[in-house]
């Protein structure tokens, strides 16, 4: 069992199959070893979570239903998501792909991206014009990828970061840019914080 915290969303507005409230904090319970989620920044009432179940789901706590809004099937567990407010879910899993999915057209990929050797551990979005993901895997690397529609799709891998390391834990380290969108981090089994 997993559980999902949310302090913004009302505790009215989601229906999940188990819910708890702990000092305002609302948490509620999916059965699935392992859960993922990335609340939306375009809107506070829509959420996104991948899990080893092998499916993405994006969840809007406005429409008073049990099921997700969208599942995406994948072939393999998925172990990191990222949402763009362009209507675009990017999904990386143990199959070392990431996946590029347009919500308005559920169960569609919309092109793949191929480069990392292991399993994908995190996602992460450029924070000024979304333009841009920042992948971390457990290669050992970090790469970026262009993820505008119409870019030549031999050219979406921008670069290449080495040096966080991955060790027999597996552990699903994170990544993340800087506010400005120039330096990326990524966590290491090291202990250490890496920056580029």
């Known amino acids: 069992m997993a559980a999902l915290s949310m302090p913004s969303i009302h505790p009215n ?6 819910k708890r409230s702990c000092d305002g904090v609302e948490r509620f319970f999916f059965f699935s070893p392992s859960l993922f989620w990335n609340m939306f920044v375009s809107s506070p009432c829509v959420f996104a979570s991948a899990s080893d179940d092998r499916t993405a789901r994006v969840w809007d706590t406005r429409v008073h239903r049990r099921n ?11 172990t990191s998501i990222a949402y763009s407010s362009h209507h675009f879910v990017y999904t990386g899993s143990i199959d070392n792909t990431i996946v590029a999915w347009d919500i308005r057209q559920p169960g569609e990929k919309v092109f793949g991206l191929l480069g990392h050797t292991d399993t994908i551990s995190c996602l992460a979005l450029h924070p000024d014009h979304e333009t841009h993901l920042l992948s971390h895997s457990m290669d050992g690397t970090l790469r970026t990828w262009d993820i505008r529609p119409f870019c030549d799709k031999t050219k979406r891998h921008c670069k290449t970061f080495c040096g966080a390391t991955h060790n027999a834990e597996r552990r699903l380290l994170k990544c993340a840019w800087s506010r400005d969108g120039k330096m990326v981090t990524g966590g290491s089994a090291d202990r250490m914080v890496h920056i580029w």
């Not at 507005?13 to 188990?18: A, D, F, H, L, V």
């Not at 809004?69 to 998925?78: D, S, W």
């Open 13 to 18: 507005r989601i229906r999940g199959k188990e």
């Open 68 to 78: 997700a809004a969208h599942t995406l099937e994948h072939a393999y567990q998925v």
